[in-house]
């Protein structure tokens, strides 16, 4: 197999303003586990949510799921509507973070960076096909990753 480095997505916990006026703003990563929220999950199995422990590996926290989705963009949308904190990519949140329908809580922990690679079997002679994907994600996500407008 040969892979290719292109980036890394930064997680961040957030809410709209109105969940956090009614049930409070988490100070610290032991305070999740009292609010509601929407997570990442399919066949019934929540995705825990990690954070750097600050000794190079991670802390994983299961929190109390309201709702479970496996989409990514459906979580925002519950998470804009005030259903429950919730753990997304920053180039995903940063359009309604800047608009206020969304504000990142827990802002000194350190956030989560996963790195993103492409992937593909090695071979003398690539398809022209992923050729083309390798080349258009190597000029193209890492400039969306940081850079939401350019979506």
């Given amino acids: 197999m040969t892979a290719r480095r292109l980036g890394v997505q930064t ?18 990563l032991e ?11 399919r066949n019934g199995v929540n995705k825990p949510w990690r ?20 989409d990514v963009e459906t ?10 904190l919730a753990w997304l990519p920053r180039w995903l949140i940063a359009e309604h973070l800047r608009g206020g329908r969304l504000v ?8 989560y960076d996963n790195e993103i690679y492409a992937v593909w079997p090695q071979s003398k002679h690539l398809t022209s096909k992923v050729r083309a994907a390798i080349d258009l994600l190597v000029a193209r996500l890492p400039e969306r990753l940081t850079d939401p407008s350019s979506r």
Wanted: proline share 6%; charged share 25%; net charge neutral.
């Fill in 75 to 84: 979580i925002m949308d519950a998470a804009v509507q005030g259903a429950g």
């Fill in 31 to 41: 305070d999740l586990s009292q609010h509601d929220a929407v997570v990442y999950g």
């Fill in 11 to 28: 997680m961040s916990v957030c809410a709209a303003p109105g969940y956090l006026k009614r049930h409070g703003r988490p100070k610290t």
């Fill in 104 to 111: 990142e809580v827990l802002e000194t922990q350190r956030p």
């Fill in 51 to 70: 954070f750097p422990d600050g000794q190079g590996g991670e802390q994983r926290i299961t929190v109390q799921a309201r709702l479970r989705f496996d």
